[in-house]
């Protein structure tokens, strides 16, 4: 494979390593803004029932999670949530995204994410983003611009937005379709195997699994690009001379 045309990147624990998920503290941060408690619930009595919610729905575990293909918005969850329990909450949509996040899960960018961006920048590889992800789309976006203000992401492509989530192939295929590029042009990174790796592989893409900032159990696959830098992979980039040959997942062979 040539040098790509474009690198599509994850979000979580790859653009931006987030602290371990506290939804107490997240819920805790909405209920200041409840305008009508009927039962007078704790932060912890409505997480744990969001949390039972979730495990109906296998939704985040991570044995589960790549069976989980079609998205449930953050908007369809906590509207449930609160009114089911006979809470109203005086913010709109986005702004319950937003104090949520910010408070269960805050981020930062990953160590030498930025000047990777700036590298492809240089070289004109294009770049955006594809995200298994439940907030709305606008909280995503600003989240990513804020925190990565130099970035040329031509577009944020979230499930929540758009219903499909990795591994599901009809996600990258819309990738594609706004990039105007086949998939061999297309490299995608990310942290989750499941999801990120073999769901690019399958959807034609060339797959670099990135595990600097990796929050889930990693097993060692000598078969799959794997990076733990930024630096490792954009010195991948600049072997394409060499033609260094990789196998990748099962036995697809491919030429960098």
């Known amino acids: 494979m040539k040098t790509p045309k474009m690198v599509l990147f994850d979000y979580g624990q790859t653009l931006i390593a987030?602290?371990?998920?506290?939804?107490?503290?997240?819920?805790?941060?909405?209920?200041?803004?409840?305008?009508?408690?009927?039962?007078?619930?704790?932060?912890?009595?409505?997480?744990?029932?969001?949390?039972?919610?979730?495990?109906?729905?296998?939704?985040?575990?991570?044995?589960?999670?790549?069976?989980?293909?079609?998205?449930?918005?953050?908007?369809?969850?906590?509207?449930?949530?609160?009114?089911?329990?006979?809470?109203?909450?005086?913010?709109?949509?986005?702004?319950?995204?937003?104090?949520?996040?910010?408070?269960?899960?805050?981020?930062?960018?990953?160590?030498?994410?930025?000047?990777?961006?700036?590298?492809?920048?240089?070289?004109g590889i294009r770049t955006g983003v594809i995200s298994n992800i439940s907030y709305e789309h606008s909280v995503v976006a600003e989240r990513i611009n804020r925190l990565l203000p130099e970035n040329a992401f031509e577009f944020i492509i979230t499930s929540s937005n758009f219903m499909f989530r990795k591994p599901n192939k009809r996600i990258f295929d819309l990738a594609l379709e706004k990039a105007e590029l086949q998939p061999n042009e297309v490299w995608y990174i990310g942290d989750q195997y499941e999801c990120d790796i073999k769901g690019s592989f399958n959807a034609g893409l060339f797959p670099v699994w990135y595990i600097g900032a990796i929050d889930l159990p990693y097993i060692e696959d000598k078969n799959i690009l794997t990076a733990k830098t930024w630096s490792e992979v954009e010195q991948y980039m600049g072997e394409k001379d060499e033609a260094l040959k990789l196998k990748v997942i099962d036995e697809r062979e491919v030429t960098i």
């Open 18 to 123: 987030e602290r371990k998920f506290d939804g107490v503290k997240g819920t805790e941060a909405v209920l200041q803004y409840a305008t009508r408690n009927k039962y007078h619930l704790s932060a912890e009595q409505v997480q744990a029932k969001a949390n039972e919610i979730s495990r109906e729905f296998g939704r985040f575990d991570p044995e589960k999670i790549h069976l989980f293909q079609i998205e449930i918005s953050s908007t369809m969850f906590a509207s449930y949530l609160y009114e089911s329990q006979g809470i109203e909450i005086a913010l709109s949509n986005a702004q319950i995204d937003t104090i949520f996040w910010n408070a269960a899960a805050p981020g930062t960018p990953t160590e030498g994410i930025k000047d990777f961006l700036e590298y492809l920048k240089n070289k």
